[in-house]
Every structure is written in C-alpha cells, then in structure tokens.
C-alpha cells in the first residue's frame, strides 16, 4: 500500500482563498482525496490568523502530517502555528500544499503545480524537502512580536502594495489584476523613506523605495524578486529598489516578472544570515503577502527548519 495512503492527514482549509474558491471548491478538493485514497480530517479556519491556531492545537494533538488547502497567507499562519507549538521541534512536521490562493508565489519556486488534481498527485508522491525559514521580530502597540515566514517579507512600496492587495482579496477580487492595481495605487501614494539597514554587520543608509528579503524566488502574484533565492542554503537574498521614479518601475516591469529588474544601477542585492531594518518614520512591512503594519524589524533566517512536500524545485 502506497505510504501516504496508510498516514492520518489534517486537511487545514481556508474558506475565504482566492476571493471564495477555498469555500466553493471544498467539495472538489475532498473528492480528489479521497478518490486517491488518503485518510484525513478536516479542518477550516474562519477569520484572519485562525489557522495559526488551528495548526498549533493539531500537531500539538499529534498532527505530524499537514495539508494546506489555501494561499500563500494560509501557509504562513500555518507554519506560525507549527513554530509557536512546543511539543516537537518544527521539521517533524510534514506540510503539503494544494494551492487556492490569488498569488500561489510560494509554489513557484517549490515546483507545485496550480491544479488541484496535479498538487494532490505531488503529495501522494510525498518528495520531501527541509526549507529554510525567516524570523521576524517587530514591536506592534509597544508589544515585541514574532513573525515566521517561508517565502519572503518586504518593506516600503513592496508592503503598501500588499497592504492594498489583501484590501481588494477581502472585497471578493481575486486574479492578476488585484496585483496590478495594488502596485499603481501603492505607486500614487508611496513616498520613498531614508531607512538604515544593516545586512549581518554592514551598515547602508539609502532612500528606499522597496527592499525583499527572500526565501523563494516569487512575491506578488509571480513577480521574480528574488531569481538567485535558493531555500536550503541557510542565506537570505536581499533586494534594496533605491528611489526609482514613475518611470524606472515602469521601465522594469517586465523585468520584475523574470527577475532581470536586478541589473537595474538603483537596485542592490545582498546575501545576509541576519537583516535590520529602521527608520526615522515609520516602515510599512509584511511576510508571505500579510501585513505587519509599521515598525522597526529585525529579521533572522533559520536553516532548514520546515520540512515540506515540493515537486521539481526552481
């Protein structure tokens, strides 16, 4: 008997994904699975971070094998929920994905297919993978807080476009075009910001437009913003964008999609184990495309710490 078929699966689904498909969807997904024969229980998150919960409580119950039904921001809070539990240590836990989410950048780079029936068939094959993942420490209404994430987190103009992205995905949009009028309307009304960042120990002071720190190669409904991230390697690839002008983004927006934007003089790249991030205003931040609101940041990568199922990785 195939593996997977003889293993207890938490299926975590989130409704609310790609602006309802999670909810409508339902019934095909369990059909998939069960005509493949896997044994599972499901479970389905219902308001914002409640799969963070729901997956803490699971592997502290004895889930040891996870399957996210959702988009890249229900992997997030599904892998926040598998560090903040104190049972095992976060790589006894297996994560698969089916992907029902509006950007699926995190699939990209790990070789997921976009198809429910592909995604279930990568499962079943269960190749698994031990990825990095990032920690990251901000203040929130003068509470110190943590934040994992397993593709990337970004800051100035990159966070304000992900801030109106997921404000079109709560109004029901789904698709391309929520990322394309989050990055004009985040463009109308950003304003870039003198930031100090200090990758491991070296300090550089810039105007900032935007800055990525990357785990995978993809952000913002498939934008290549990181194309030499590789996720086992314990090390951060780093994009600062400096003041670019209207025109400079319009220039590379091609080259955001394969990642030649990366040649562009006003854009620096970096290697780093360990990022700070301050400002004398406040920065706007988010992790897997969900918003941190403004604050200082200190980030820190953690070396092959969530084991996932992946298909043929980028």
Known sequence: ?????????????????????????LDQIE??????GFLYSL??????????????????????????AGGDGTLNEVVNGVFLQKVISPEQVLVGMIPVGTGNDWIKTFGIPNSYTNAIEKIEERKTFFQDVGKLTYTQNGVEKQRYFSNMAGFGFDA????????LKEKGRSGMLVYLQSL???FLQYKVQNVKIVI?????????????????????????????????????????IKKIGF??????LAGLYSGS???????????????????????AGEVDGEALGESQFHIEILPQKLQVIVGNLQ
């Open 184 to 186: 004009l309307a985040a």
């Open 31 to 36: 059909k998939l699975l069960q005509s493949q």
């Open 261 to 283: 934007y990366i040649e562009d003089s006003r854009v620096a790249c970096f290697r780093a184990k360990q990022v700070l991030i301050s400002s004398p205003t406040d920065l």
């Open 160 to 167: 304000l476009t992900a801030q109106k992205a997921n404000s």
């Open 1 to 25: 008997m195939n593996k997977t078929h003889q293993t207890k699966w938490t299926l975590l689904l989130n409704p609310h994904a790609g602006g309802g498909r999670g909810k409508r969807d």
């Open 43 to 68: 479970i389905i998150s219902e308001y914002p971070k409640h799969a963070i919960q729901l997956a803490k409580h699971a592997v502290e119950n004895g889930c040891r094998h996870l399957i996210v």
């Open 247 to 252: 025109w400079g983004i319009v220039r590379n």
């Open 200 to 240: 491991d120990k070296d300090p550089l002071e810039e105007l900032l437009f935007s800055l990525s720190v990357a785990i995978g190669k993809y952000n913002g409904g498939g934008m290549k913003q990181a194309p030499n991230a590789i996720p086992n390697n314990g090390i951060f690839e780093v994009a600062v």
